[in-house]
């Protein structure tokens, strides 16, 4: 079946560093993939996707690209901030599903 | 901008009770969803719906059933609330297809005693 698969948390940075939270998933042909992000005591919102290989999703200065040889959707950043202390989660739509298959969330703190 | 109302933030329940959580959404969404959110489990789905009186198990439906006589409405009911049903209760709705992704309410925390 269907599934995602994120680094294990929790992950913990200082301000301005580089941020990568691995992401890869199993799916047959060509699914769509999403980060999500929740932040303290609200509900996940969309940070950003892609919906064919090689795609590049980009919002709020993370990005991630569609890899369809690695099964890979990794989320970068290139300088974080104490604002993007959130939980972050992976999911995938497989072609033809309504459905989102989420990953576990990695949890990321970031210090001043 | 689409919003998905869910009408307790926080909700404490005894042991059996039936509990009722309600999602409400402004967007005339097709698709709604109510996943638990558990630490280290990441969102596992438990219903969803398609469409107005359709209802289709997810991964975990045992102990929980739902209600969709509106489309704006998607209501999560606990049969017989038990503490292993203590849990962040998701609602999400979406247009068909969801290469647009979901939108998620504020999400319930229950606490079953």
């Known amino acids: 079946g269907n599934s995602v698969t994120q680094m294990e948390g929790p992950v913990t940075l200082s301000e301005e560093a580089f941020l990568t939270i691995n992401c890869t998933y199993t799916?047959?042909?060509?699914?769509?993939l999403f980060w999500y992000v929740q932040y303290p005591g609200e509900g996940l919102q969309l940070l950003l996707k892609?919906?064919?290989?090689?795609d590049k999703g980009s919002n709020k200065g993370f990005e991630a690209t569609y890899r369809k040889e690695t099964t890979s959707f990794h989320l970068e950043k290139g300088s974080v901030q104490v604002s993007d202390s959130a939980v972050y989660f992976c999911?995938?739509?497989?072609?033809?599903?309504?459905?989102?298959?989420f990953g576990q969330g990695t949890r990321l703190t970031i210090n001043p | 901008d689409v919003k998905v109302t869910q009408s307790s933030r926080y909700l404490v329940k005894r042991t059996g009770e039936k509990v009722f959580l309600e999602c409400v959404q402004d967007?005339?969404?097709?698709?709604m969803f109510w996943y638990r959110q558990d630490p280290g489990l990441g969102l596992r789905l438990i219903y969803f719906?398609?469409?107005?009186?359709?209802?289709e198990k997810g991964d975990i439906p045992e102990g929980y059933s739902v209600s969709r006589e509106k489309k704006e409405r998607f209501s999560l009911i606990l049969e017989s609330a038990s503490t292993n049903q203590t849990s962040m209760y998701l609602c999400?709705?979406?247009?068909?297809?969801?290469?647009?992704?979901?939108?998620f309410g504020s999400g319930t925390r229950l606490t079953v005693v």
């Open positions: 799916a047959t042909g060509y699914p769509s």
């Open positions: 999400a709705s979406s247009f068909p297809p969801t290469g647009f992704g979901y939108t």
């Open positions: 719906s398609y469409d107005v009186k359709m209802k």
């Open positions: 999911a995938l739509r497989s072609q033809g599903a309504q459905k989102l298959v």
């Open positions: 967007m005339d969404h097709e698709n």
């Open positions: 892609a919906t064919k290989a090689d």
